[in-house]
């Protein structure tokens, strides 16, 4: 289960720090792609397969369904845990997000979303703003 928040930087070679408490889970390898709201998200191989099956299944007839499988799978890239902890965000990836030297790397269960600071502080403000109506929102869906 990843849970939390960490500010790392990047290096010019592009590399983030993936946070200690992670890395077990990521140790056998992991999947990096786009994410929604300008992130990336990190995946463990087994959560990714379980999420490319998912996507490979929606009808290829559906604009969005082809849409969404070439913006999340075509976006994908394998990545490994280095010694050091960090693992290399490609430079198409940090183009996407906008990332450039400080990183909000944000634990979310089963995920992990690697955020430029900036944009991290932008989000988060208007979803803590908008707190009210979205637990609202979400209690219609039973949570």
Not at 12 to 17: P, T
Request: charged share 30%; glycine share 6%.
């Amino acid at each position: 289960m990843f849970i939390g928040e960490y500010q790392h930087s990047v290096d010019e070679k592009g590399r983030v720090a993936v946070p200690a408490k992670f890395r077990a889970d990521l140790a056998t390898g992991a999947v990096v792609t786009k994410g929604l709201d300008s992130c990336l998200v990190l995946y463990t191989k087994k959560d990714w397969a379980e999420l490319a099956e998912k996507v490979s299944q929606l009808p290829i007839s559906q604009r969005d369904a082809r849409a969404f499988a070439r913006f999340t799978l075509g976006a994908a890239m394998e990545v490994e845990i280095d010694k050091q902890g960090r693992i290399n965000l490609p430079n198409y990836l940090k183009e996407y997000a906008e990332i450039k030297k400080q990183a909000i790397v944000a634990g979310l269960y089963n995920r992990v979303e690697i955020w430029d600071e900036k944009k991290w502080k932008e989000y988060k403000q208007g979803a803590e703003k908008d707190s009210a109506d979205i637990a609202e929102k979400l209690g219609d869906l039973g949570v």
